[in-house]
């Protein structure tokens, strides 16, 4: 009976206070910071001249954490130029520059190399190519209790630099939409994930409905006839600092202007 009383009180004390164990233990609103600086550490190991995008967070809910209990999970990418052939050495050459912490390391995998990395607090990293000249990286928290919610890191953030790199951003866009035939006003979103050196990597994208627009030949000019990425219906351009991605189906056409992080 001592022993029963002895073990129900050092469990309500491990409860009280250890940290979780499981990702289950771990809600989306305490790995949503998580996800966020994985981000960015991943738009610096891609450095400047390979960063495409950084997608916007998705959140999914209606998994489940147990069976008696509802989830979600969150989901962000990093879409990284990989010309064909090269897809294994660009996913290694991410996986050496991420933290020694992350145990980050390519593999075999079912359709090409795979990376794989644990980013902390049970979000897993994974990318592999795609069939257009990119690999795609997912962060992902799993299904977890949502217990606050995700929020998104600040789009913004104050000081003549950030203006700048929007003001920069803006132009891009907006001079890509005007080759296009699309509107040079178009609203746009503007994702951000927090460089580990401070700064924010950030990505204003636009995407319109379907409707005439010219090919990507016509963002040639833009690109000083010197892609970094010609495979139609892809196209990505360096103009300064800035990288511009667009893709162009029937259904729509879609925009990426992107500022990464110091490498």
Do not use: K
């Not at 190991?45 to 069976?67: D, I, Y």
């Not at 359709?111 to 994974?126: C, I, N, Q």
């Amino acid at each position: 009976m001592a022993w029963a009383v002895l073990l129900a009180g050092l469990t309500w004390i491990s409860v009280r206070n250890d940290p979780p164990t499981v990702r289950e233990q771990r809600s989306l609103d305490q790995a949503g910071p998580v996800v966020d600086r994985a981000v960015g550490e991943l738009a610096r190991a891609a450095g400047a001249g390979g960063l495409l995008e950084l997608g916007p967070a998705r959140v999914a809910s209606g998994c489940r954490v147990t069976p008696f209990e509802d989830g979600a999970r969150l989901r962000r990418e990093v879409g990284v130029l990989a010309a064909t052939g090269d897809e294994q050495a660009v996913l290694a050459g991410i996986a050496d520059r991420l933290p020694a912490s992350w145990r980050a390391g390519v593999g075999p995998g079912v359709d090409g190399p795979e990376l794989r990395a644990d980013a902390g607090d049970f979000v897993a990293v994974e990318g592999r190519p795609t069939v257009d000249g990119r690999v795609r990286v997912v962060v992902d928290t799993g299904c977890r209790p949502v217990g606050a919610g995700y929020t998104p890191s600040p789009a913004t953030a104050a000081g003549p630099e950030t203006a700048a790199l929007t003001a920069a951003l803006t132009a891009a866009l907006t001079a890509a939409l005007r080759a296009l035939d699309r509107p040079g006003d178009t609203a746009s979103e503007l994702v951000t994930a927090p460089c580990p050196g401070g700064g924010l990597a950030r990505t204003a994208w636009s995407a319109n409905g379907p409707g005439p627009a010219a090919s990507t030949a016509a963002l040639a000019p833009l690109a000083g006839n010197a892609p970094l990425l010609d495979q139609p219906p892809v196209y990505a351009y360096r103009s300064g600092a800035v990288t511009v991605l667009a893709e162009i189906s029937p259904d729509a056409t879609r925009l990426a202007a992107t500022v990464g992080c110091p490498s």
